[in-house]
């Protein structure tokens, strides 16, 4: 059977992807390839480890002598790189583990991967490509108009987003040097199901749900392109298939929304799902809606103020294009983390307590 291999596939994105797959990639084997990172989880992995067709292996992109190993025993058609730090926050707390993963990580798999082409059949290596799962963050910030284009500058201010840009290069010099077969793809902000909770949406809804404070960073208004994963797995699986070798396609929802208005779209659908009147952690507070919870807290060290994907290039010569409208996406996310208490509790249980990251201790 021919074989992809999915890197963070116990990841947010990832974890979505490989459920994708069992959909959309019948003749396929999926590999998952994940380190168990406190981000990543066999919890979001529990339908799909079912299905015989997916392979769970632990392990590091950043171990070289593991790669090797994954890609001889399993000889992948394409590997979809997903494994990555992400959480800004978290980068500016502590930038190594970012450089580890996301910068030499992704030089492991690269020439891994140059290493497995040079050796395989001609056939076979005709064929293989290697996916690069990027983000629009490595782009910086914009002012109040225009969008990010694959061709705009990189600016990077934040540590994750500087390793995820050093990535990006060192995947398109393999192909500008070594030939080999990438793709590169830089995503707006995801969101969905299995998203870990220290990200805005899954934070907002369970803290909300327990009425504790919906914290939004400086004045609300940093704006965000908001993806919904489906969508960004369609844009992947077209990417890899349909894509030219040594080319970057930007991916955006086309849903630019501040971050005050994130969550006050939850606490309105919450209002409406799981009523605030009907909820024991609001009423014994005395708390009447869940926008009484929203508070204002110190802004994160370089915040960008805003971000907005053209994904022109994408729809024009691959005819990809979202299908979700924010609002029906956001319900269905809702919805999800309603009826998956469950999957909250193991994933956070002894990894995060939904506490404040990010802030430089001791600075004003």
Not at 55 to 64: C, S
Not at 112 to 135: C, E, P
Not at 337 to 345: E, F, N, P
Request: charged share 25%; hydrophobic share 35%; with cysteine.
């Amino acid at each position: 059977m021919r074989t992809l291999i999915v890197t963070g596939g116990a990841g947010f994105i990832g974890s979505n992807f490989v459920d994708y797959l069992l959909t959309e990639a019948p003749g396929f084997r999926v590999v998952v390839y994940d380190k168990l990172t406190y981000a990543g989880s066999l919890h979001s992995l529990q339908a799909a480890l079912k299905n015989p067709r997916v392979l769970f292996v632990k392990g590091d992109i950043a171990d070289r002598g593991q790669v090797d190993r994954l890609f001889r025993k399993m000889k992948p058609e394409t590997v979809f790189n997903f494994a990555a730090e992400s959480h800004v926050d978290r980068s500016i707390e502590g930038a190594e583990d970012f450089v580890r993963t996301n910068l030499a990580g992704t030089f492991q798999m690269l020439d891994a991967a140059r290493y497995y082409v040079r050796t395989q059949k001609a056939k076979a290596a005709g064929r293989f490509r290697f996916l690069h799962v990027s983000t629009d963050e490595v782009y910086g910030s914009l002012g109040p108009t225009g969008t990010f284009s694959e061709s705009t500058p990189y600016a990077p201010n934040s540590p994750y987003a500087a390793t995820k840009a050093g990535a990006d290069h060192l995947v398109r010099a393999y192909h500008e040097t070594y030939g080999l077969p990438v793709i590169v793809t830089n995503c707006s902000n995801n969101y969905g199901p299995y998203q870990f909770p220290e990200k805005l949406i899954p934070l907002m809804i369970l803290n909300a749900l327990e009425g504790k404070s919906l914290p939004v960073y400086g004045d609300g208004r940093n704006i965000r392109d908001w993806l919904y994963v489906r969508d960004h797995c369609a844009a992947l699986w077209l990417a890899a298939r349909k894509g030219k070798p040594g080319e970057k396609y930007n991916v955006g929802g086309n849903s630019e929304r501040n971050n005050l208005q994130v969550v006050e779209t939850i606490c309105r659908q919450l209002e409406r799902l799981r009523p605030a009147a009907q909820n024991p952690s609001l009423v014994g507070a005395g708390i009447r809606s869940y926008g009484q919870l929203v508070t204002f807290v110190k802004d994160r060290p370089g915040h960008d103020r805003r971000y907005a994907i053209n994904s022109s290039k994408i729809k024009r010569e691959l005819g990809w294009k979202p299908v979700h409208r924010f609002d029906s996406g956001m319900e269905q996310t809702i919805r999800w983390y309603l009826s998956h208490r469950d999957w909250c509790g193991k994933v956070q249980a002894g990894n995060y307590g939904r506490e404040r990251l990010g802030l430089l201790k001791g600075k004003k």
